[in-house]
């Protein structure tokens, strides 16, 4: 089946830097890779989605690159605020159309 | 519109004890999922709803059962719980399974001992 590894599992930066996470996928059918986001004691919500038949989408201060040939997707978060903590999960969909989610990366912005 | 709920917020079983974790949404949504959540981990899928009527095993099924009691119900059951099955659950939904967002209840913290 489907397997998403994630990294870093931790990021600390400054505010006003930029964030980069990275995930890798398994399976070369999967064509749709999401990012939630998950603040301390709630719930995940999606923040951005990527599709196969584009490399990169932006949203604000958000973006997605997707890399099929290498089998990884990353996020990219600029100008990072104190309300960008959070820990960030990325997913692929599987054979059975079902979401695979990586382990997740604590993002920790110092003001 | 409350989007997905869960019930309860919080329990503490013993190990042996059965429970049932309720899930309703009021978005029309055909797909239903529920996830566990464990530090390290990310959100592992036990059981999913492709629509009213179907159930199907996810990543992590055993030790739980499910119902898909209409479109907006669905509820997960553990038969006699486990430490193991302490962990933080998650139910969710979506317009249909595959490239759909997918809405996440508040979550369900069950403790076993």
């Known amino acids: 089946g489907e397997n998403v590894e994630q990294h870093p599992s931790t990021l600390s930066v400054q505010e006003g830097d930029s964030a980069v996470i990275k995930c890798t996928y398994s399976?070369?059918?999967?064509?749709?890779f999401p990012w939630y986001k998950q603040e301390l004691g709630k719930r995940p919500q999606l923040i951005i989605d990527?599709?196969?038949?584009?490399g990169e989408k932006k949203d604000q201060r958000i973006a997605v690159t997707l890399n099929k040939t290498a089998k990884h997707f990353s996020l990219h978060i600029t100008e990072t605020q104190p309300e960008d903590s959070a820990v960030y999960f990325c997913?692929?969909?599987?054979?059975?159309?079902?979401?695979?989610f990586g382990g997740g990366t604590r993002l920790m912005v110092k003001p | 519109n409350a989007g997905v709920t869960q019930t309860p917020k919080f329990q503490v079983l013993k190990t042996g004890q059965s429970m049932t974790l309720q899930c309703a949404q009021d978005?029309?949504?055909?797909?239903m999922y529920w996830y566990r959540q464990d530090p390290g981990m990310g959100l592992r899928l036990i059981y999913y709803?492709?629509?009213?009527?179907?159930?199907d095993k996810g990543e992590v099924p055993n030790g739980y059962n499910v119902s898909r009691l209409n479109k907006r119900e669905f509820s997960l059951r553990l038969e006699s719980a486990a430490p193991s099955q302490t962990s933080v659950y998650f139910c969710?939904?979506?317009?249909?399974?595959?490239?759909?967002?997918?809405?996440f209840g508040p979550g369900t913290r069950l403790t076993v001992t």
């Open positions: 997913a692929a969909n599987n054979a059975g159309n079902m979401l695979t």
């Open positions: 990527i599709r196969s038949n584009v």
């Open positions: 399976d070369s059918a999967s064509n749709y």
């Open positions: 978005m029309n949504h055909n797909s």
């Open positions: 969710a939904s979506s317009e249909a399974s595959g490239l759909y967002e997918q809405y």
């Open positions: 709803s492709a629509s009213e009527g179907t159930t």
